[in-house]
């Protein structure tokens, strides 16, 4: 039986041998918002897929081939998806984009997949349905071109540290300065962070331990 390259197998230790980096890499990595291994249930053990290998080993290669930095690479992952980073052949993109597993990756099909043909990712809004949402506005326009500002990367790290504390309670979701969502709460700075419809902080972040408190009393009500 062919192995399925999505299936999270390997714990932190064999992953690291297998890349050839060392476990406390990988965990930067994870901290820098570049990969997002999966957790054994009942566990706080990491475990890593084969397609989860290939990507490291990818960011690997951008750092010490190209000259990229972690921040760097979240930058543009921000912007265009990796397969456009690395410049793969279609090919390889289109086999690699069912099982990527790429924290908050921009989102464009490898040329000529039909629409019909593309992997189907989970359904956001159903999986936040009855969880807090966390709304992260970012960006900087430049030359007709949405970037993330430093204290935008920064605000959604901490919002997305949060929501994996609070696993399947907290949802993060992020926005462009110029998207509609932004026009409907009336952003003008960023970031903006907004709590389940409640703007708590515009032209600047919050510290992790006020939005726990935020969090903590928007899921206590949530329990009443």
């Not at 901290?31 to 990491?46: C, F, T, Y």
């Not at 972040?205 to 009443?224: C, I, N, P, T, V």
């Amino acid at each position: 039986m062919e192995r399925d390259p999505g299936r999270p197998v390997y714990l932190i230790g064999v992953a690291a041998q297998e890349v050839g980096l060392s476990a406390r890499t990988l965990r930067i990595y994870e901290q820098e918002g570049l990969i997002r291994p999966a957790r054994k249930p009942g566990a706080d053990q990491r475990l890593y897929s084969e397609q989860d290998l290939i990507w490291i080993r990818c960011i690997s290669e951008l750092i010490h081939g190209h000259s990229l930095t972690t921040v760097g690479i979240r930058r543009l992952l921000d912007l265009i998806p990796c397969w456009e980073i690395k410049h793969c052949p279609d090919d390889v993109a289109r086999r690699c984009e069912a099982h990527l597993n790429i924290p908050d990756m921009a989102t464009r099909a490898p040329a000529d997949l039909p629409a019909a043909a593309r992997p189907e990712k989970p359904n956001e809004e159903a999986q936040g349905k009855d969880a807090v949402e966390i709304k992260i506005f970012y960006g900087i326009k430049e030359f007709g071109v949405i970037f993330p500002c430093l204290k935008c990367i920064q605000a959604e790290r901490i919002a997305r540290r949060l929501a994996e504390r609070h696993r399947g309670r907290v949802v993060v979701r992020k926005h462009d300065v110029l998207s509609e969502e932004a026009d409907r709460h009336g952003v003008m700075m960023t970031p903006t962070v907004v709590v389940n419809g409640e703007v708590v902080a515009s032209g600047k972040g919050l510290s992790a331990s006020r939005l726990e408190q935020l969090l903590e009393r928007h899921l206590s009500e949530g329990e009443d």
